[in-house]
Antibody, heavy 120, light 107 residues
C-alpha cells in the first residue's frame, strides 16, 4: 500500500523558512517522480513543484520559483521541500504526492498534508 | 502559463441526474488532462487521466472526453457519494495548472 507522510509544517513568520519532509513507502520510491501541491484554506488546488526520480530535473510554479527548492533522498525514501522568504499567501496545506507513472502532473496518491501558516 | 477555466462554478443536481462539467484550456494541451474529486476535509481523488482514462477503482458512471482545449467530465447517474467539488488539471506544460473547481451540490 502506498503511503506518504508529510511533516514539518507549522507557524512561520513572514520572511522565514521551513523544510517539509515526506516519508514514502509501499512503492519503489527511487524510480518514481514526485510532486508537491498545496491548497490554501477554503481555496482550490495548486501544483507547486515536481522532481524526477534521479533529481536531475525539477519544476516549480512561478509563484514559488526562486524561493522553494525540492529535493529527495532515495536512500531514505524521503522527499523534501525547502521553503524560504515565506509570504502570507504561502499559507496552505501542503501535499506530497506521487503522479501516475510517466507523468509529473496527474496524481493518484496523496499524503494527508501538512499545514504551513505564515503569520506574525 | 496555461490557464484553465471550468463551468459551471456551481451545479445543483438530484440523485440520478446526468451531470456534465466543462473544462477549457487557454491553449492546446492535447489530451494531457486529469479530473479530480474532492470532498470537504478530504484529500483529492484522481478520477480520470489523459482526458478519458478511468483511474483504477473509479466507478464507471464517471467518464471524460475531449482534446485540444475543451474537455468534459460526465457523471451518467449522480449518486449521493458524488456531491463534491471537481477540479480539472492540465499536465501538458508545467506549471501543471488546475481549474478553479466545480461544486456539485444537492438540488
Amino acid at each position: 500500500e502506498v503511503q506518504l507522510l508529510e511533516s514539518g509544517g507549522g507557524l512561520v513568520q513572514p520572511g522565514g523558512s521551513v523544510r517539509l519532509s515526506c516519508a514514502a513507502s509501499g512503492f519503489t520510491f527511487g524510480s518514481s517522480r514526485m510532486t508537491w501541491l498545496r491548497q490554501a484554506p477554503g481555496k482550490g488546488l495548486e501544483w507547486v513543484s515536481s522532481i524526477s526520480s534521479s533529481s536531475d530535473t525539477t519544476y516549480y510554479a512561478d509563484s514559488v520559483k526562486g524561493r522553494f527548492a525540492v529535493s529527495r533522498d532515495n536512500s531514505k525514501n524521503t522527499l523534501f521541500l525547502e521553503m524560504s522568504s515565506l509570504r502570507a499567501e504561502d499559507t496552505a496545506l501542503y501535499y506530497c504526492a506521487k503522479p501516475i507513472t510517466g507523468s509529473y502532473g496527474a496524481v493518484n496518491y496523496w499524503g494527508q498534508g501538512t499545514l504551513v501558516t505564515v503569520s506574525s | 502559463d496555461i490557464q484553465m477555466t471550468q463551468s459551471p462554478s456551481t451545479l445543483s443536481a438530484s440523485v440520478g441526474d446526468r451531470v456534465t462539467i466543462t473544462c477549457r484550456a487557454s491553449q492546446s494541451i492535447n489530451t494531457w488532462l486529469a479530473w479530480y474529486q474532492q470532498k470537504p476535509g478530504k484529500i483529492p481523488r484522481l478520477l480520470i487521466y489523459k482526458a478519458s482514462n478511468l483511474e483504477s477503482g473509479v466507478p464507471s458512471r464517471f467518464s471524460g472526453s475531449g482534446s485540444g482545449t475543451e474537455f468534459t467530465l460526465t457523471i451518467s447517474s449522480l449518486q449521493p457519494d458524488d456531491f463534491a467539488t471537481y477540479y480539472c488539471q492540465q499536465y501538458n506544460t508545467y506549471s501543471f495548472t488546475f481549474g478553479p473547481g466545480t461544486k456539485v451540490d444537492i438540488k
